[in-house]
């Protein structure tokens, strides 16, 4: 498998919003999340805010330019209270149920520490040098997924269905974690990676990245690696 060696630099939030400020952005190819702003959790529920108008400005310009952006895992969930931002990324993480693109939907499901076989479903640079199908072991969920808006390049084996996951809202809403009792989904999207474009930009989504296992994985390992190379 072939390495990738990068300069990069971690920001956390709140100081991550100022990276998008473009006289600093412009400093980098590449934007990687692994974060989930615009959610706080409380003792009566999440709030959501939406990101700061500035921030939706300079993003927005960003992706305008080109700016190649990787989305990996939780980071589906971010900025629930914005719109344009599941438009961007390819789909959303609901933690309770919603509107989206005009229709109602459940809250998401989880399932962690799944075992699973991934099938590469696309001869695509982010699949090149990966195996055509190999197993990974890591949190799942059952979200929406736009199919339509990206071109599909994982698939899992797991059934995505109420029975094999547990709500999100059960978690923040009532602190039930691992609990799915009178909670119904209908069967969801068993794409677990995609590739898209937003504006000018190439953008990545790798649902991958929650259990330690995954981290290891060098399948997985190479999956960012090529997607980093390809939004660039």
């Known amino acids: 498998m072939r390495s990738t060696k990068v300069d990069w630099t971690h920001v956390e939030h709140p100081a991550a919003l100022a990276a998008f400020e473009l006289a600093y952005a412009r400093e980098f190819d590449v934007f990687v999340f692994y974060d989930m702003p615009g959610v706080r959790f409380g003792a009566g529920g999440p709030e959501f805010t939406e990101p700061p108008q500035r921030f939706k400005d300079n993003f927005l310009a960003l992706l305008n330019a080109g700016k190649g952006c990787v989305f990996l895992h939780h980071a589906i969930a971010g900025w629930p209270a914005w719109n344009e931002y599941a438009e961007i990324l390819g789909g959303r993480f609901l933690y309770v149920p919603s509107l989206l693109r005009n229709g109602y939907r459940q809250d ?40 339509n808006s990206v071109t599909p390049l994982l ?48 953008i990545v989504y790798l649902q991958c990245r929650d259990d330690p296992l995954a981290y290891a994985n060098p399948h997985y390992r190479q999956l960012i690696g090529n997607a980093v190379r390809f939004v660039a």
């Open 108 to 147: 998401s499901g989880y399932r962690h520490g799944v075992t699973h076989q991934v099938a590469c479903v696309a001869d695509h640079p982010v699949t090149q040098a990966v195996a055509s199908s190999f197993s990974i072991t890591d949190e799942l969920y059952l979200y929406e997924v736009f199919e």
């Open 155 to 202: 698939r899992s084996d797991h059934r995505f269905v109420q029975e094999n996951f547990y709500s999100a809202a059960k978690v923040v809403l009532e602190r039930k974690m691992y609990d799915n009792a009178g909670w119904e989904h209908p069967p969801g999207s068993d794409l677990i990676g995609w590739a898209k474009t937003y504006a000018r930009s190439r």
